[in-house]
């Protein structure tokens, strides 16, 4: 039995998922006559009450899109220190769009409508850049799958408007969040510009990511995404995954959080364990105690099968998601209880 908690991007897709991307009906979608992406689009687009949708091959694209279609070169994104556009994309903000990034010290990856305010450069002073664009992250993946209190995105939107900022959201695991917190995907589609979300993460579809967004931003992406190298063709095999995915997965991940939970537990009662940061979703970041060795408890895990992240600086990752079964959830719990670890 292998035990892989390194990421929800893991997960391969079943026999009933595969049987929903052999039916799929294609066409070229780069002409837009891919009936299943059109489907997904449409699906999506609704979902979030938002004017439109357009299917990208991976989530960094799609948020280097946004990213592109909200600024001009020179000028300025604000985020917390932990983004993944600013980590986790090759620095693709400053290769695609020419774009510098004003990064804020927020709280587990999540910044206030006050920090966003405090890092807002006047127009009208010439000499700094012109900041142009706010990216929030939800759930924050590098903050430990920690979900945005709904209200302080209001609250962000709203300084938005006073400053003529664009506002979009990188929701790779907004699934996660949607689950964990009750709230629907309507609530977002109302309050920002553009929204990205993955179907290859939690939901488990092999890949795939979309942009949803109001029509005057979404004109752009079809523009853009071809600049990137993103038009695809009878793609729709993998836009039925996606579809399947929504259908089937979505809701199921209220276990991946549990489970998360229950990991969180058994290890804030290891002996090697210093600390444990609070689950929200289905990321669990731990520290170990300053005399165990990590990368020797990482090996000892290995050689059991199982295989977590380090994230540096003594933070170390598990992901829960799909193929992570029951049988595995136990097996681990019983070992992280035993003294074998
Ligand atoms: C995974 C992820 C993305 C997109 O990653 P890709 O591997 O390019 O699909 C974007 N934002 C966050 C927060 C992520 O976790």
Redesign the pocket.
């Given at each position: 039995m292998i035990i892989d908690l390194r990421s929800d991007?893991l997960t391969k897709p079943t026999p009933e998922m595969l049987q929903a991307m052999m039916q799929a009906e294609v066409g070229d979608d780069v002409y837009k006559e891919d009936p299943t992406v059109n489907k997904l689009e449409e699906h999506i687009a609704h979902l979030f009450g938002m004017d439109a949708a357009l299917y990208f091959p991976?989530?960094?694209?799609t948020?280097q899109a946004a990213i592109k279609i909200h600024t001009q070169p020179g000028e300025q994104l604000i985020a917390d220190k932990y983004a993944?556009?600013y980590n986790?994309?090759g620095g693709g903000v400053s290769f695609n769009s020419g774009v510098s990034c004003k990064l804020v010290d927020g709280h587990r990856g999540m910044i206030t409508a006050e920090q966003v305010e405090e890092n807002i450069n006047p127009p009208d002073f010439y000499h700094s850049p012109l900041t142009s664009l706010v990216c929030l992250?939800n759930t924050?993946?590098k903050g430990g799958g920690a979900c945005y209190d709904f209200r302080e995105i209001v609250k962000i939107r709203k300084v938005c408007d006073e400053h003529g900022l664009g506002l979009h959201l990188?929701g790779?695991?907004l699934w996660n969040a949607l689950v964990a917190t009750d709230e629907s995907p309507k609530d977002y589609g109302e309050v920002f510009d553009t929204i990205?979300v993955?179907l290859?993460?939690g939901l488990g579809a092999p890949m795939g990511?979309v942009l949803v967004g109001k029509q005057k931003f979404m004109d752009k992406a079809m523009r853009v995404r071809k600049v990137l190298g993103g038009g695809m063709r009878q793609v729709g095999f993998m836009a039925a995954a996606g579809l399947y995915a929504l259908e089937h997965n979505w809701q199921r991940m209220a276990e991946d959080h549990r489970k998360a939970q229950e990991l969180a537990t058994a290890l804030a009662a290891h002996a090697k364990v210093a600390l444990v940061e609070p689950v929200e979703t289905n990321i669990l970041i731990f520290k170990l105690r300053p005399e165990v060795d990590e990368l020797k408890f990482i090996q000892q895990l290995k050689e059991k099968q199982i295989f977590i992240s380090a994230l540096g600086k003594g933070k170390l990752r598990m992901v829960t998601h799909y193929d992570y079964t029951d049988a595995m959830h136990a097996h681990l719990l019983d070992l992280l209880s035993s003294k074998n670890l």
């Open positions: 991007t991976t989530g960094s694209m948020n993944h556009v986790y994309e992250e924050t993946n990188d790779a695991r990205s993955c290859s993460k990511s």
